[in-house]
Nanobody, 128 residues
Framework: QVQVVESGGGLVQAGGSLRLSCTASGLTFDDDVMGWFRQAPGKEREGVSCISRRLGKEDYADSVKGRFTISRDNAKNTVYLEMNNLKPEDTAKYYC?????????????????????WGQGTQVTVSS
């Protein structure tokens, strides 16, 4: 069973930076994807960024391109989300998720459907 644990949220002023970390244990597939999603109160869940393990394919939501950077340490099964120039609209609970595949993945999805292991989430609050 895959377990996902996030850390690194907090309160920051607009323009500031935060780094989120997520470690997944139990990922034993030929390939896998780890992604970040967020949900603000009263809003739908939004895919933020994702990265595949074998090819390192990345994707970002338009709203965070140029400000957020995803990376991963495959040896540690850990993914990081570096968030710079944070805006009040980035305030949300951020969730890490993962899914495995028997085949090499050529991209990573920002929709939640393929992800079957989710963390409990970490709160990010950006004050204006």
């Amino acid at each position: 069973q895959v377990q996902v644990v996030e850390s690194g949220g907090g309160l920051v002023q607009a323009g500031g930076s935060l780094r989120l970390s997520c470690t997944a244990s139990g990922l034993t597939f030929d390939d896998d994807v780890m992604g970040w999603f967020r949900q603000a109160p009263g809003k739908e869940r939004e895919g933020v960024s994702c990265i595949s393990r074998r090819l390192g394919k990345e994707d970002y939501a338009d709203s965070v391109k140029g400000r957020f950077t995803i990376s991963r340490d495959n040896a540690k099964n850990t993914v990081y989300l570096e968030m710079n120039n944070l805006k009040p609209e980035d305030t949300a609970k951020y969730y890490c998720a993962a899914f495995g595949s028997r085949w090499k993945l050529v991209d990573c999805p920002l929709t939640g459907a393929p992800y079957n292991s989710w963390g409990q989430g970490t709160q990010v609050t950006v004050s204006s």
